[in-house]
């Protein structure tokens, strides 16, 4: 992969890069859509990282498709699939992270302890492989997104980094490989994310700036769902991913829920438009 993206570079051919962990849906595709208006050449990586699920996780269960996915980008015009196997990306003697300080400590960072320093060493190493000249990411998960922009930033890494809104179904939930772990019963529920979402934006319309009564109403409308457990209703600075209490301009609203055994994430920048 590396004296390929060399070769491209020499010819001085750009390179746009979509990482994933396969199971492709609609989001990833318009990942890569948008990849290849951007550069020459797209690459798009398959890989379920070990280093980011946590002992208890759903690393092993986790959906994996190869055929599914490569008949699935035929139509994108992405140009190399990169799927290295876990000896080659961790071998006997692997000790080396990345870990981002401050950005990864908030939201999903406090449930899931050591995920953020997984993904941004994979995607060091996997930028260090392909060598892009730009990455691409969807804005779903936003906290990933601000953690490799900042590592980016903090180690002068040679890329530009590019987030994309959310794909969401014609219901309105976020698209996500996860989502084939839900039970038909508890889509409903599922779905009170993306309604809570709408909600909270209603509300800062309305003239509510207080982040605290936001998220009690926020709150209120999930639990009063079955099958849900929050993990965390928050609402953050865009780059600072830190508390706010008070709405400002950049104010993002983030959510992590368990629906049944499935943890779904989502989030909203306020003032942004929420469609679907
Ligand atoms: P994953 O395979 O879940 O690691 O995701 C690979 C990339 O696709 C990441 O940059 C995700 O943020 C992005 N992604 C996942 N779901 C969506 C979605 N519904 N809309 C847009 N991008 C997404």
Redesign the pocket.
């Known amino acids: 992969m590396q004296s390929y993206s060399e070769s491209l570079r020499l010819q001085g051919k750009r390179i746009a890069f979509?990482?994933?962990?396969?199971?492709?849906?609609?989001?990833?595709l318009?990942?890569m859509k948008e990849a290849k208006k951007m550069a020459d050449c797209v690459v798009v990586s398959i890989y379920v990282n070990p280093t980011q699920f946590g002992p208890k996780e759903d690393f092993s269960k986790y959906p994996r498709d190869l055929y599914r996915d490569l008949k699935m980008t035929e139509s994108t015009g992405v140009d190399v699939i990169f799927y290295p196997p876990d000896k080659e990306m961790y071998p006997a003697g692997y000790q080396t992270y990345v870990d981002v300080e401050k950005v990864t400590k908030n939201l999903c960072g406090m449930s899931r302890p050591g995920h953020f320093r997984g993904v941004t060493t994979i995607c060091n190493k996997l930028f260090n492989i392909v060598k892009p000249h730009v990455a691409?990411?969807?804005?779903?998960?936003f906290q990933?997104?601000v953690s490799i922009k900042r590592m980016v930033d903090d180690l002068n890494m040679d890329l530009q980094i590019t987030?994309?809104?959310?794909?969401?179904e014609a219901d309105g939930l976020?698209?996500?490989?996860?989502n084939k772990y839900l039970q038909k019963n508890e889509r409903p529920s599922a779905l009170t994310l993306f309604r809570s979402l709408k909600l909270a934006q209603k509300l800062y319309s309305g003239g509510e700036k207080k982040s605290s009564v936001i998220i009690s109403k926020v709150k209120k409308l999930i639990k009063k769902a079955d099958c849900t457990d929050i993990d965390y209703v928050k609402i953050c600075g865009t780059n600072t991913l830190n508390d706010v209490k008070e709405i400002k301009s950049q104010s993002i609203i983030v959510l992590a829920v368990k629906v049944g055994k499935t943890r779904l994430i989502d989030n909203h920048v306020f003032g942004e438009e929420l469609k679907v």
């Open positions: 979509v990482p994933t962990m396969g199971y492709f849906h609609e989001g990833h318009a990942l691409v990411f969807g804005k779903k998960d990933q997104f987030g994309l809104p959310t794909v969401r976020a698209m996500s490989s996860r």
